[in-house]
C-alpha cells in the first residue's frame, strides 16, 4: 500500500502561482503525476514524470506548470505559474508501484478572476 499526501493548495487571483507537494509513504521507482477534476468534469491528466526524468505535460498548462522530482524517494512538486480561472480544480496526486494504481484525497485550487 502506498498513501499519497498532497498539500499546496488555496485561493489565488488569475496571473498568480501555487506550488503543490505530494509526499508518498514509500519510494515509488516508476511514474508520479498531477491529475485534476474541474466541477462537472472528468479527471484529466496535468503533468507525469517518469523516475528517469521523463516528463509529460497536458497542452493546457506546457509552459505555465512544472513537474519536477530529485528522486524516488522524493516528494513530487508541482509549480503552478499563470494561473488562470480554468485551471480551478481539485488536483490529485497518482504514483504507479509494481503496476498499480495510488491516489491522494487531493488539494483544491481555486482561481479567481
Known amino acids: 500500500q502506498v498513501q499519497l499526501v498532497e498539500s499546496g493548495g488555496g485561493l489565488v487571483q488569475a496571473g498568480g502561482s501555487l506550488r503543490l507537494s505530494c509526499a508518498a509513504s514509500?519510494?515509488?521507482?516508476?511514474?508520479m503525476g498531477w491529475y485534476r477534476q474541474a466541477p462537472g468534469k472528468q479527471r484529466e491528466l496535468v503533468a507525469t514524470?517518469?523516475?528517469?526524468?521523463?516528463?509529460n505535460y497536458a497542452d493546457s498548462v506546457k509552459g505555465r506548470f512544472t513537474i519536477s522530482r530529485v528522486n524516488a524517494r522524493s516528494p513530487v512538486y508541482l509549480q503552478m505559474n499563470s494561473l488562470k480561472p480554468e485551471d480551478t480544480a481539485v488536483y490529485y496526486c497518482?504514483?504507479?508501484?509494481?503496476?498499480?494504481?495510488?491516489w491522494g484525497k487531493g488539494t483544491t485550487v481555486t482561481v479567481s478572476p
Open positions: 497518482n504514483a504507479v508501484r509494481f503496476g498499480q494504481d495510488y
Open positions: 514509500r519510494s515509488i521507482s516508476s511514474v
Open positions: 514524470i517518469s523516475s528517469g526524468g521523463v516528463i
